[in-house]
């Protein structure tokens, strides 16, 4: 599957470029996981934009895949979201028409409204066309290289530089502070502690909103080496109470259920003893 997505310079959504797309469930069936995508902009609009965009008139800009596609918690009207992975943005913008011709493809029946369509379906060839088209400045390998290292960097970090005994916790660390994988965890499991449920912009107001720890949830298995982060069953939000609880002891960190757990406990203790 192949698709167009849109990416307005100002929007009700809120998406960000290369890691969460937000749709009306109307393109749900163009969104599949694993869709490849093309990403587009449309005409500027106001000139404040300029430093954010590569082109001033309607252009492609990169390429990604969908994630996953999750049920917007906001929404009252059933959108839905996509967690983006292998974002890569072009080297050079590619403009939606090649002479006078459009590079999409347009369906005689939808030649009045095309473009009001933010996703839009495309075939394989268009897809290589503009894909072709943005990496194609000389170098083409280096440049898809290029981009490729720079978005795993960001996954994985310097692991090696660190000593084994330190491996561990860099290793968890890594995954706690990429801002890609915060931002689609947040999306995805919300702002409050899955521990003890606080919820930071509730307890002190607006000032603290949007402020959670996303902790890494560390299989056994995993600990050998990195692999691709799921931000669903791999992270999740913890005040900054239970995340400094679970990581109190170096060598023996907590899981979610066990801290849950803890907190159950004393809690049926402290109960007790008022009796
Ligand atoms: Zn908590
Ligand atoms: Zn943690």
Redesign the pocket.
Known sequence: MYAVITENDISKWKDSTGVLYHFPKRYEALLESGTNLIYYKGRIKDSIYRPSRLSDAPHYFGVAKIGKVYLDRESNKGDLFATIVDYRPFSVPVDFKDGGNYLEDIPPNLSSNYWRNGVRPISKEIYELIFQLGFDHGDNDFIRSKNLESSNNDNIGTLESYRDGEKKLKF??TY?RNPALRKQAIAIHGLSCRACGFNFGDFYGEYAEGFI????IIPVSELDGPRTIDPETDLVP?CANC?SV??RQKNR?LSTEELIGLIRAKKGSSENSHT
């Open positions: 968890v660390t706690e720890h996303i902790h890494h913890l995340h679970v990581h960190t």
